[in-house]
């Protein structure tokens, strides 16, 4: 039987149309069932608290739960494997951060490849760190303290939680942009650096702000810069150390991450309920509390980010000639 023209055309829009009303369907609907986020660490640490204020702020949004499943080990590792195994529909998500970009070169025998295997979702928010010294090191500002550790080569410790953390590759970067000569020690966590940074065994060190900003207002540790572009909120008499060393940045950053292949759709939903959970004033508040502002992004943002934060600290890593512990 020969369709009329105008019947054929009608039918032919309707056919293409319908992946198209499949995918809003499905982005309608999702989720239909609980939701997993992965988290590579144990309870209670920043990784863990931020993916949890976002996983109630998400369950309240839409009405089902997301929760969280702790899979610590290897530095994030265990976890990332994990949920690179994952089915692709939704329903298993990744907590994601700076601890991806420096694991792709940190370790060397992964058995997953971030990049290809995680999609990146959206970030959740940017922590920065604070160079602080005991206040036995005669340097009250940041060109003070580069003067006085190149007058003292090898003679300036800086510690950090373990080989490749954040708080160590703060340290290489500085070394690396101001050609100064510093020993790294790497202990099994960052509160024995900061003991020993306030026993004057260390005499300088890059840690988290919500870790040592008590230490700071009560004198007891000298903040010469914070690591971060622009001065922060929390500490905003003190300078960036990028004043006094030219495109120094340091910092690290949350966000959510899924399985490659998981529907395009489902990931602009939920890029957009996590962007609008950023206007919650209790979120910015518990963020606020660690050091932490908001970082929302739009759709693809985010790949575009790690690909040149794995290639940044890929050259600290070389610099440092750091391995994992």
């Known amino acids: ?56 702020c998400l369950s309240d949004r839409f009405g089902q739960p997301f929760v969280i499943e702790n899979r610590p080990g290897a530095g994030g590792n265990v976890g990332t494997e994990f949920a690179a195994r994952a089915r692709p529909d939704g329903n298993t998500l990744l907590a994601i951060g700076s601890f991806n970009t420096i694991n792709a070169t940190l370790y060397q025998n992964l058995n997953y490849n971030f990049v290809a295997d995680i999609a990146p979702v959206v970030s959740f928010a940017r922590q920065f760190l604070v160079m602080e010294v005991n206040p036995s090191v005669p340097a009250k500002t940041v060109p003070e303290f580069i003067a006085y550790a190149k007058s003292n080569p090898g003679r300036i410790n800086f510690g950090s939680a373990g080989n490749g953390t954040p708080a160590h590759l703060a340290g290489e970067l500085f070394k690396m942009m101001t050609g100064v000569d510093m020993v790294h020690v790497p202990y099994r966590g960052a509160a024995l650096a900061l003991n020993d940074l306030l026993g004057g065994q260390l005499q300088v060190q890059f840690d988290n702000v919500s870790s040592s900003i008590g230490l700071i207002k009560g004198g007891k540790l000298r903040p010469l810069a914070v690591t971060s572009a622009v001065r922060a909120e929390l500490l905003p008499d003190v300078p960036t150390v990028g004043e006094f060393v030219p495109g120094y940045e340091a910092s690290t950053w ?14 602009d939903t939920l890029n957009s309920a996590i962007n609008a959970c950023h206007a919650d004033p209790t979120t910015r508040a518990r963020f606020a509390e660690f050091g932490a502002v908001p970082l929302p992004n739009p759709p693809g943002a985010l790949g575009k980010f790690i690909a040149k934060d794995i290639q940044k600290w890929a050259r600290v890593i070389k610099f440092a000639g750091a391995k994992a512990d």
């Open 1 to 56: 039987m020969k369709l009329p023209r105008r019947h054929f055309l009608y039918l032919a829009a309707a056919a293409a149309a319908v992946p198209a009303v499949s995918r809003m369907a499905r982005a309608l609907d999702y989720p239909t069932r609980p939701v997993r986020i992965i988290v590579g660490f144990p309870p209670g640490g920043v990784q863990d608290i931020f993916a949890r204020l976002m996983s109630q």
């Open 254 to 267: 949350q966000g959510m991450g899924a399985p490659t292949n998981t529907p395009a759709d489902v990931i």
